[in-house]
Each structure stands twice: as C-alpha cells, then as structure tokens.
C-alpha cells in the first residue's frame, strides 16, 4: 500500500511567519478575496498553495497592483496570466500543474 502525500498546513501565525507578513495582512487578503484559507472552527489554515499564491500576490502588490486590482482581474484571468508568471515559476507553481497546463 502506497501512503499519499499530504499537502502541509499551516495556522495563519505559522504561514505569516513563513511570509514574514503580519497576520492582519493574511486576513485583509481573505477580506479582498485573494486567498481562501480552509477553515476549522475558529481557526484558518494555509496550504502550500496557499503560501505560493500569497507570495505571487505579495510580489504583484509591490510592483504596484492594487489589492483591488488583483481582485477585479482575477475574476477574468487565472493567477499565472495576472502575475505574468515566467514559465520556469509556472513549472513549480502546483495549482497551475494540478490544473493540467503544462509548460511549452
């Protein structure tokens, strides 16, 4: 028998530090829409998905989109076309891998 992989998971305190944000930046991000941390009761949890979203969103943030902005194209576009990913980021992004893209 074969064991599959878990994806690991994190409370917000662990993926902010992992991010080394503060955790009112992973909550005003859920606010806007831009991550969906999985939820248990009071408590959210990070995927490594997640945090590889997160860290794409950080980046977009201080090249000068807006929060807002992001938002608003996501609703058009998926992630790696918004963030203009370059296809050695896209090869190790796993949501665009699970979504069966494959790199050219």
Known sequence: ???Q???????????????DLHPRTLRN???????????????????TDDIAWIRCLFGMIHSGIT???IGKLLHYAPCWEVADCAMEKREQCPVYLRRGKKPR
């Open 29 to 47: 991000y859920e606010k806007a829409g831009l991550v969906t941390p999985s939820r248990k009761g009071k408590w959210r949890y990070y995927s």
């Open 67 to 69: 929060i807002a902005s």
């Open 5 to 19: 992989a878990h994806p690991s998971i994190y409370r917000i305190s662990a993926a902010a530090d992992m991010l």
């Open 1 to 3: 028998m074969q064991c």
